[in-house]
C-alpha cells in the first residue's frame, strides 16, 4: 500500500487533527520569502564556519539567524492546538541542530538516489534513538522538521507510515513499546510527502519514517516538543541559557523549561 498525503491544509486546528489521528501533517509555507532566505543564509554560514553541513544544537545556538526558528509562531500555532485537544500545554525539548542530507561523495546515498523505492528509505520510529522511554512521555511527544528546500516524491521526500503511531504500546513501568516493524509494513499505508521549502513536517514521536535519498541539497532543521507536565520525565533535553532566550520574542518564553 503507498500513496501521497495532502499538504494543502492552512489552518493549525485542521493541522493539529490530522497530526492526532494520521500521526504525521504538513504545515505548508510555514517560513517564506526573506525569513526563509535569513534562515537560509545563516544555515551557509554557520556550516562554513563550523566546516560542517551538519551540526547539532552547540553549533546552531552559536547562530542568531538559526535562533530566531525556536518556536516559529507557524509551527506553535499547530502544537498549540495539538496540546489544547489533550487539555495540555506544550514544551520545547530538543532542538538536534541544522544539517543538509545530501552527500554527493556518499555512494550508498546517490545509488539508493538512482533507484528510487520507498520500502528502502531507512524506517525508524524516533523513540528507538532515546534512553528508557516512558510512554507517558513518547506518546504525545513531537518532532518537526523545516525543509529549507524542496523536496520531490522520488527524491529526498520525507516518508510516513500513516498512523503508525497507533500500533505503539505502554509496557510495563511505562515502557514505550515500539511497534514491529513487520506490524507497521503490512498494515499501514507508505507515503511520500515531498513539500516545498519553507513547509514543515510534523510527526508523532512513535509514527515510522524515512527518506527518499536526495539528489540534490536537503537542508533542515528538526526541533521536538512534548506535553509540559511530563517535561521531567525524560532526561536529555535542550537547556536554553538566560542569554538564548532573550534572543527569543518574549511571546515564546512560555515553551521554553528547564528541569528543576
Ligand atoms: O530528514 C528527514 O526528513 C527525516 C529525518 C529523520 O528521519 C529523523 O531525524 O529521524
Known amino acids: 500500500m ?3 498525503l495532502p499538504a494543502d491544509l492552512t489552518d493549525p486546528t485542521a493541522i493539529a487533527m490530522r497530526l492526532i489521528i494520521d500521526g504525521v501533517a ?3 509555507g510555514a517560513v517564506v520569502g526573506d525569513e526563509l532566505q535569513n534562515i537560509r543564509d545563516a544555515f551557509e554560514l554557520q556550516a562554513d564556519k563550523l566546516g560542517s553541513r551538519a551540526f547539532e544544537w552547540d553549533g546552531f545556538c552559536q547562530s542568531p539567524g538559526l ?4 518556536c516559529h509562531p507557524a509551527l506553535m500555532a ?3 492546538a495539538f496540546m489544547a485537544h489533550f487539555d495540555q500545554q506544550c514544551a520545547f525539548t530538543c532542538c538536534s541542530g541544522a544539517r543538509d542530507v545530501y552527500e554527493p561523495s556518499n555512494e550508498t546515498q546517490q545509488a539508493n538516489a538512482r533507484q528510487p523505492d520507498i520500502r528502502n ?3 525508524h520510529d524516533d523513540v528507538m534513538g532515546m534512553k528508557n522511554p516512558l510512554y507517558t512521555f513518547t506518546a504525545e511527544s513531537v518532532s518537526s ?3 529549507m528546500d524542496d523536496t520531490f516524491e522520488n527524491n529526498g521526500a520525507y516518508c510516513t507510515a500513516l498512523g503508525s503511531h497507533h500500533l505503539a504500546r505502554r509496557g510495563p ?3 514505550a513499546l ?3 516493524a513487520q506490524l507497521v509494513f503490512d498494515h499501514c499505508k507508505l507515503c511520500q510527502v515531498p513539500v516545498t521549502a519553507g513547509s514543515i513536517i510534523l510527526h508523532r514521536a512513535h509514527n515510522w519514517h524515512g527518506v527518499m535519498s536526495p539528489r540534490q541539497n536537503r537542508r533542515l532543521i528538526i526541533t521536538t516538543f512534548a506535553v509540559k507536565a511530563f517535561y521531567e520525565l525524560q532526561r536529555g533535553h535542550t537547556q536554553l541559557t538566560p542569554d538564548q532566550i532573550a534572543q527569543l520574542p518574549a511571546d515564546r518564553h512560555k515553551y521554553i523549561t528547564h528541569y528543576a
Open 178 to 180: 515500539i511497534a514491529n
Open 173 to 175: 513501568n511505562d515502557e
Open 121 to 123: 528509505v531507512g524506517w
Open 2 to 4: 503507498t500513496g501521497t
Open 26 to 28: 504538513v504545515i505548508p
Open 78 to 80: 499547530v502544537m498549540d
Open 145 to 147: 522538521l523545516l525543509y
Open 67 to 70: 535562533m530566531q526558528y525556536i
